[in-house]
């Protein structure tokens, strides 16, 4: 067991040096911050979900998955935590092409928390990937009846076009826009 009381300490050290957007280099620091949290205490499945988080976010890949690996390792994360950790570990299996396993995390998630949308569009692209059009559309479906946003839309549009409903699927896709602008109104 580790130290907790520290590992939480530079946790929170972590959270308020990723807030100081003031400094240049808030988000280097608290990315050391985190990962030393992990280190401090190597059995708390917290700061191992947000060290993967932020390996994600800087396109580590594999890097997330040893980190949520671990999160789901520690065995204190319950309920829609661990489904987020589960999805989380599907999302990245799958950026890496391992779908197998993907698929199982995905799966796991929804098992967990049948309301996680985004579990549910990573089970899609799972599916897409084993040619598998009609449970792909099937669990695209279920993210945009459960999140009714443009991600949803994408992912049935995509389900559709691979299951060559061809007008379907360019219906929704016009969301692309709404999917894609936020990124142009941060230049």
């Avoid at 060290?51 to 949520?68: E, R, T």
């Avoid at 009846?145 to 360019?170: P, T, W, Y």
Wanted: overall charge negative; hydrophobic content about 45%.
């Amino acid at each position: 067991m580790g130290d907790r009381q520290h590992a939480v300490a530079l946790f929170n050290q972590g959270v308020e040096a990723g807030n100081a957007k003031q400094y240049p280099i808030h988000l280097q620091s608290a990315y050391k911050l985190f990962n030393s949290a992990c280190y401090a205490d190597p059995t708390w499945a917290q700061a191992f979900y947000q060290a993967g988080n932020n390996n994600a976010d800087q396109g580590l890949p594999w890097a997330a998955i040893a980190c949520y690996r671990r999160a789901i390792e520690c065995g204190e994360l319950t309920g829609t935590d661990l489904a987020k950790a589960y999805s989380n570990l599907s999302w990245k299996l799958e950026e890496i092409g391992q779908i197998d396993e993907a698929l199982q995390a995905a799966l796991k998630a929804i098992e967990l928390d049948p309301l996680l949308s985004h579990a549910h569009l990573n089970l899609s692209i799972c599916y897409k990937a084993l040619d598998d059009s009609k449970r792909s559309l099937a669990a695209a479906e279920q993210a945009l009846l459960l999140q009714k946003d443009a991600s949803g839309d994408i992912a049935v549009a995509f389900a559709c076009l691979f299951d060559r409903q061809f007008m379907r699927g360019l219906k929704h896709f016009e969301k692309r826009f709404e999917w894609r602008l936020h990124h142009f109104l941060n230049y």
